[in-house]
């Protein structure tokens, strides 16, 4: 799954040093796509340690208890039965370590064995590298791969959802696929659940958009998508009946504005787009959409409100927001609940 080489280029340099046989010593791996995060884990463990040895070669660490010295006795464990070790740490934020740490963390970085490869892994952690640290940060300039995880784009996505389902004896056009990024989101590691579902509900080769809808799980966009949509055509009780389901579900009223507030600015710039002569691909562009099928929708959907109703829902999204973040004791729910129901009115 290719990532655009310049802006990804670590993500490059790794997967062609697993296809030679050529790993890094050291690796900081991070990013949003976690299923991408723990492949290539999982493939550097496959190429590195033989099946068997996995007792003697692997050596996982995980979190903030971890001690450099620690990591130290990992990475200085020679290999047994086996050319190679592996040292994993996961969620050990190592610019929050104290000095004495962060010094012995450099001078392991600077000298790691030729027969070890580490490999850093900020999973519920956030990776934010502090410059300020500048030893540490010279040690990992110089001696780690750095690798972000981005979401990947389109058409990889299309091909990877082709290979999944042909793996499961199913099919799948760039079409639907195209559906079930835009229902289902595109991180990997949920795409990977839903897959199984739909494969294993459709009745036919061919898999459709209605085995999408009867079993996989709509992200939050998806259902504040369809309630936005509803309202904009005048159906208030199919939009009530989305918010229905949301509330019950007991996802937060603020986090369901929230959404709400992003899809009335998408409707809003979808509105300025038509009547600006822009297409599809200026909207792809603006909103970062990795595909044209979202834009789409939101084109047509913009085609039934003006720029005034855009205007009018957007502001009073953003007072609502100021209200239920500031005022004691409002009812989040009903005033949700009310204001969807004066959109709809509008």
Not at 52 to 66: Q, T, Y
Not at 79 to 105: C, G, H, Y
Not at 299 to 318: E, I, Y
């Amino acid at each position: 799954m290719a990532a655009e080489k310049s802006k990804n280029a670590a993500y490059d340099r790794l997967r062609k040093a697993i296809k030679e046989n050529t790993p890094a010593h050291a690796y900081l791996f991070y990013g949003e796509e976690s299923y991408l995060r723990q492949t290539y884990v999982q493939q550097l463990q496959e190429l590195l340690i033989p099946k068997g040895s996995e007792g003697f070669n692997l050596h996982r660490l995980s979190g903030n208890r971890v001690t450099a010295q620690d990591v130290a006795d990992a990475v200085e464990t020679m290999p047994m039965m086996a050319q190679n070790t592996l040292v994993t740490v996961t969620d050990w934020d190592i610019f929050k370590l104290e000095e004495s740490q962060r010094e012995q963390l450099v001078e392991l970085l600077n000298d790691v064995p030729e027969y070890c490869t580490m490999v850093f892994i900020y999973d519920t952690v956030a990776y934010k590298p502090d410059k300020k640290m500048k030893e540490l940060t010279a040690a990992i300039d110089k001696n780690v791969e750095v690798v972000e995880f981005q979401g990947q784009p389109r058409d990889a996505l299309v091909r990877w959802l082709q290979k999944r389902f042909r793996a499961l004896g199913r099919e799948i056009d760039q079409s639907t696929a195209d559906y079930m990024l835009f229902y289902c989101g595109s991180m990997m590691d949920n795409l990977v659940c839903e897959v199984g579902k739909v494969a294993a509900f459709s009745k036919e080769p061919q898999v459709t958009p209605a085995d999408i809808d009867a079993v996989a799980e709509p992200v939050l966009d998806t259902r504040i998508f369809d309630m936005t949509n509803h309202i904009s055509a005048r159906e208030y009780d199919k939009a009530a009946a989305v918010l229905s389901d949301l509330l019950r579900m007991q996802t937060e009223p603020i986090v369901i504005l929230g959404a709400i507030g992003k899809e009335l600015r998408r409707l809003y710039t979808a509105r300025m787009a038509i009547d600006g002569g822009k297409d599809r691909f200026w909207l792809m562009e603006l909103w970062q959409m990795r595909s044209d099928y979202p834009a789409k929708l939101l084109l047509q959907s913009a085609g039934n409100v003006d720029h005034a109703w855009c205007k009018r829902s957007l502001t009073a999204c953003q007072t609502l927001d100021r209200r239920m973040k500031s005022e004691k004791n409002i009812d989040r729910e009903g005033e949700l609940v009310q204001f969807v129901m004066e959109l709809a009115q509008q």
